[in-house]
T-cell receptor, first 110, second 113 residues
């Protein structure tokens, strides 16, 4: 069966510090991968998606970036965090119809 | 503009009671409508997916309906349990690609004993 992992589960970082969140998928190959952010009281916002290794598309221009160094690994990064980057970050995968979400990372920027 | 509106924003019910959550959408072209359950601090989990031709789908005590003419969907929860306390998110797809999902803000349901 397929599983999706995210880490860390929670993170508290000061403004201006770098960020690296990791997502890995097991049990499938060549999945489409997605990064979402969920701010308090708001719906999920698609940040990045990838249809293959090294292929990244950005939905929202901001100080975040994403990379896909391996087929089942998706990384969300920032060189300098802003207060507005605080939120719940979700990784998801699909290979067609159904989309499956990871457990999420709670990021608090102080 | 593609939008998904959910109501109510929050709801409190007693255990074993039924409840209905609403979702209205202005999305075109419509591909499918999904309901997700999201426990606090967790990722969303799919409850149902309905295409244009389906007007009802059940998953245990959860029953979703879809009226494609009025662009409305509802999620009915029967005999609620404490574990039903969560956020319920309506998502409409404008195509087959995962990038074509329009998310509602969710309804927060609290079930009390």
């Amino acid at each position: 069966s397929q599983t999706i992992h995210q880490w860390p589960a929670t993170l508290v970082q000061p403004v201006g510090s770098p960020l690296s969140l990791e997502c890995t998928v097991e049990g499938t190959s060549n999945p489409n991968l997605y990064w979402y952010r969920q701010a308090a009281g708001r719906g999920l916002q698609l940040l990045f998606y990838s249809v293959g290794i090294g292929q990244i598309s950005s939905e929202v221009p901001q100080n975040l970036s994403a990379s896909r160094p391996q087929d089942r690994q998706f990384i969300l990064s920032s060189k300098k965090l802003l207060l507005s980057d605080s939120g719940f970050y979700l990784c998801a995968w699909d290979r067609g119809y159904e989309q499956y979400f990871g457990p999420g990372t709670r990021l608090t920027v102080t | 503009k593609n939008q998904v509106e959910q109501s109510p924003q929050s709801l409190i019910i007693l255990e074993r009671k039924n409840c209905t959550l609403q979702c209205n959408y202005t999305v075109s072209p419509f591909s499918n409508l999904r309901w997700y359950k999201q426990d606090t601090g967790r990722g969303p989990v799919s409850l149902t997916i309905m295409t244009f031709s389906e007007n009802t789908k059940s998953n245990g005590r959860y029953t979703a309906t879809l009226d494609a003419d009025t662009k409305q969907s509802s999620l009915h929860i029967t005999a609620s349990q404490l574990s039903d306390s969560a956020s319920y998110i309506c998502v409409v797809s404008v195509g087959q690609a995962g990038t074509a999902l329009i998310f509602g803000k969710g309804t927060t349901l609290s079930v009390s004993s």
